[in-house]
């Protein structure tokens, strides 16, 4: 390696890996050889990343069995790891059983990583038993504060959570992260330099940007969803690919996201499996 590529921030960010307990399958798909080719993947093509982040949607139904599965197939990875929760986790049953897991002082799974001058800031946005994500006072100030450091650290700032701030103009905005506008305030107010926002959730890949700030998403271990922009009636399309996880690169002035697909077969799914994508709402806006 040469002194550039030492220097170089490789951070690997999984998501909606959606286990279930072994041998059980959500519509069709079975989510656990899934994450096993996942990790397969990282261990072939980038054993030299500095930090592995799973933003959450561990599990399909929070099942005990299920976090002990996620814990087994990541075993087969050396690199440094990170988990975060989704709507889909319940915090009590993760940490209940969580082996070392990333907590904030409030009791958040929440957490920072300071790497080749940038901070790696994991905010946890689930709230059990909610299928939107929200960041309440507590969080928000944890955020701040976090975010000062990094500023006067002079550190970049990558920041990654579950559900997707930005507006996609898709359904899934109606269960996006709630009030979005008062974590932006806190970005905003921060100063901190945020070269990249990435979270899960909406189970898509798109990059764009949210309050002028970069902001992609990724796709996750189980099924995706076509484009389904506001105006569109009908069915949404699922397909049982890709599967992918995000590949960021940065050597502080050059950020680039990559999405690395493990599993690219695009078939569409029976639109059955799928009733709630039928007639949809979108977000309204106030
Ligand atoms: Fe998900
Ligand atoms: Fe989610």
Request: hydrophobic share 40%; glycine share 6%.
């Amino acid at each position: 390696m040469d002194i550039y590529t030492d220097n170089l921030l490789k951070l690997i960010v999984m998501s909606d890996i959606h286990l279930l307990p072994k041998g059980d399958v959500a519509r069709g798909l079975d989510t656990a050889p899934r994450f096993m080719r996942a990790i397969q993947s990282v261990n072939t093509l980038h054993k030299d990343a500095d930090l592995c982040v799973f933003a959450g949607d561990i599990t399909e139904k929070s099942d005990v069995d299920a976090y002990k599965l996620f814990d087994e197939i990541r075993a087969g990875n050396d690199l440094p790891q990170r988990v975060l929760l989704g709507n889909h986790d319940d915090r009590d049953i993760y940490l209940e059983h969580a082996n070392n897991p990333m907590l904030d002082e409030n009791g958040f799974v929440a957490g920072f990583n300071d790497i080749k001058g940038h901070r790696i800031l994991m905010l946890d946005s689930s709230e059990p038993g909610e299928k939107r994500g929200d960041l309440c006072e507590q969080r928000l100030e944890w955020t701040s504060e976090r975010l000062s450091e990094a500023k006067a650290q002079d550190l970049k700032v990558i920041l990654v959570l579950h559900h997707n701030p930005c507006a996609l103009q898709m359904p899934v905005d109606t269960y996006r992260l709630a009030a979005p506008e008062k974590l932006l305030k806190v970005l905003h107010a921060s100063g901190a330099d945020i070269i990249q926002i990435i979270a899960g959730h909406c189970h898509i890949t798109t990059a764009g940007s949210w309050g002028g700030y970069p902001s992609a998403t990724i796709s996750g271990n189980q099924h995706s969803v076509e484009p389904f922009l506001r105006g569109r009636t009908g069915q949404q399309d699922c397909y049982e690919a890709p599967a992918q996880y995000a590949v960021i690169m940065s050597d502080g002035v050059n950020c680039a996201v990559h999405f690395q697909c493990y599993v690219n077969e695009s078939k569409i799914m029976n639109p059955e499996l799928f009733p709630y994508k039928l007639d949809q709402k979108f977000e309204i806006f106030d």
